[in-house]
């Protein structure tokens, strides 16, 4: 049989099992707490925001750059350089974009849209020591699952409530202050036009879209871990509440990578399961509304075409036929500004991806250097290849997730901390063996310093 150097890097199993520690209990246990109460507000705290003059920043960023100088003076974190040079890179292309756009004087350059995104990208550089990464990814993933049950719970009570006749509220909105509360996202939208039932977004979520990629993401997790099957229909209940596709979609892109992993046998597995779904969801009212969004892309005010057709179709047309404006961009921010006028002039919230807000505001030389770093982070000596994937499909398809922190902490916290490349590991091994005893003899000082 011959082993290539890629095979050799993809995890044989499928499965994320537990480990023992990594290089200090002490630290280990530190850092647990730490990635735990990150996750804790990545989860329940995503509509918080904080006010800065006339825009807001999600709570979650700073909470993050905290978090940081936490594990990054306990040792819990260590700066990595080759994520380093990464953003670096990175960061120079989308600048020199952004650079040529304000030499150009094209309209309005945000250069704050700039600085946000140096800013959001900082944590990338940093990332968790071999051993215990090894060691508390699995910890982090059953902590996970624990989170992502209290959100299905809040999920299921919020539309089983409104099931008996309790009209829909946003408790959020009633409790915190507007300024202190993200805006611009549908928070509240009933499952279809006219209806007094409104999809569930477990009260804390920014959309319905939202939550139902994070129960997507508890589903994989659950898989992954290889147990607690009973948390799984109640995450595909809790989904079904939301009535949204995304956290579909981000299934069946796992499901995919699940079949190649494990192959034909798990591949008809899930598929009797999914039919089996369909066929018990066919005999309820549910079915007619799933059915219509199914077909919803072909309709301009459809959610399904704001997200998935009309923000590509907009790239395309703003770029036009200007060579300079295909390589540069139109210039940070132009995204999010023509996603304001939209709503403005129609109502409606466009949602540009990752990619299309990219390749708008930074041309294809931002893209290409950005995306190059972003699959470096999630995809580069991941524990989990099946994991790094559903997080890239979410990060660049199914959110608008370039500046927001919500979506850059998922991947921080499920996969881009916890990543080992083999030059991890060698630079791991090289710290590990440290100077030679000062009694030693060269020969001896000569293999320390090799690693041997």
Not at 27 to 52: D, G, H, K
Not at 202 to 222: K, P, T
């Amino acid at each position: 049989m011959v082993t290539t150097t890629l095979t050799t890097r993809i995890p044989r199993s499928w499965v994320i099992p537990s480990q023992t520690a990594g290089s200090s209990r002490a630290v280990n246990e530190a850092t647990l707490r730490v990635l735990t109460f990150l996750m804790f507000c990545e989860i329940f705290l995503q509509r918080i925001a904080l006010p800065v003059g006339a825009s807001q920043v999600q709570v979650i960023l700073p909470i993050t750059y905290v978090c940081l100088a936490i594990m990054l003076r306990r040792g819990g974190l260590a700066r990595n350089s080759g994520r380093m040079t990464g953003y670096l890179v990175a960061m120079a292309g989308c600048s020199l974009s952004a650079l040529v756009c304000f030499l150009r004087q094209k309209q309005d350059t945000s250069f704050t849209s700039l600085l946000l995104l140096l800013a959001t990208y900082v944590p990338f550089i940093y990332g968790l020591r071999p051993a215990d990464a090894r060691a508390l990814l699995p910890r982090v993933l059953d902590r996970f699952l624990i989170m992502i049950t209290g959100l299905a719970g809040l999920a299921l009570f919020q539309f089983a409530i409104q099931l008996v006749g309790v009209p829909y509220t946003d408790v959020v909105h009633d409790i915190v202050p507007p300024d202190f509360l993200m805006h611009g996202f549908n928070t509240s939208y009933p499952v279809q036009y006219g209806s007094s039932l409104y999809k569930s977004n477990a009260f804390i979520c920014l959309e319905a879209s939202f939550c139902s990629q994070f129960l997507g993401f508890g589903i994989v997790v659950c898989v992954l871990r290889g147990g607690h099957w009973w948390r799984l229909p109640m995450f595909i209940l809790a989904i079904l509440s939301t009535v949204s596709g995304t956290g579909l979609l981000l299934l069946a892109c796992a499901g995919v990578l699940l079949a190649v992993h494990k192959g034909a046998k798990f591949a008809l597995s899930a598929l009797a399961g999914v039919s089996l779904i369909v066929l018990i969801v066919s005999f309820t009212p549910a079915s007619s509304i799933f059915a219509a969004r199914a077909t919803e892309t072909s309709s301009s005010t459809s959610s399904g075409s704001l997200r998935f057709v009309q923000p590509y179709q907009r790239t395309w047309d703003a770029l036009g036929k200007d060579p300079l404006t295909v390589v540069f961009g139109t210039g940070p921010g132009f995204a999010d500004r023509d996603a304001s006028a939209f709503f403005t002039r129609t109502g409606l919230p466009l949602n540009y991806a990752l990619v299309p807000k990219l390749i708008l505001e930074y041309g294809v030389l931002g893209t290409v250097v950005f995306l190059s770093f972003i699959v470096a982070m999630f995809v580069r000596g991941s524990q989990s290849f099946v994991l790094s994937g559903s997080v890239l499909i979410f990060y660049t398809v199914l959110s608008g997730g370039l500046l927001a922190p919500v979506v850059t902490g998922l991947g921080l916290l499920l996969v881009a901390w916890f990543t080992v490349s083999p030059q991890d590991e060698a630079q791991a091994r090289l710290d590990g063996a440290g100077p030679a005893p000062p009694n030693s003899s060269p020969s001896t000082q000569r293999r320390a310093h090799a690693g041997v």
